[in-house]
């Protein structure tokens, strides 16, 4: 049997001057991302999310829904075959500022909808378009390429 890993994150949002705004990170490999991390012991995955969201971003957030869960298996050179879930939530600014945990990302900043999505295509990983497409259009946006 696999070993199971759970981690979880999301897709932050806030309306600034009535506009909305996306948050995205810039991981330590230099690539576009969103904030996530592994469940610790005792966490329902909400908190998880909320939780790596805060350490990552310096944000408080306020989960509105799940957007999707990434399955996937990967290699682990002690454990073995790892099957790995990772859970995105739409996730609401509640407060705090943008503050990058040096240790584990590189940058965080807010974009325009539309700036975030072709940051996405531009410098993301391809397996986040569709978790960065739903999210946008549950915010009630629709992407273009």
């Known amino acids: 049997m696999p070993f199971k890993e759970i981690s979880a994150g999301g897709v932050v949002y806030r309306i600034q001057d009535g506009r909305l705004q996306v948050q995205l990170i810039t991981d330590r490999y230099g690539k576009i ?29 306020r989960i509105d829904k799940l957007i999707d869960i ?26 705090g500022a943008l503050r990058p945990q040096l240790e584990e990302i590189r940058s965080v900043s807010w974009y325009e909808p539309q700036e975030a999505w072709r940051q ?3 410098a ?17 946006v629709e992407p273009k390429s």
Do not use: C
Request: net charge negative; hydrophobic share 30%.
């Open 33 to 61: 991302s969103f904030p996530k991390g592994k469940r610790e012991p005792g966490e329902t995955v909400e908190q998880t999310a909320l939780r790596e969201i805060l350490e990552e971003t310096g944000i408080v957030g």
């Open 70 to 95: 990434i399955a996937y298996t990967y290699h682990h050179p002690k454990l073995g075959n790892v099957d790995k879930e990772v859970h995105y939530y739409l996730v609401e600014w509640q407060s």
């Open 120 to 122: 996405q295509l531009k």
């Open 124 to 140: 993301g990983y391809d397996n986040n378009d569709f978790i960065l497409e739903k999210a946008l259009q549950m915010l009630g």
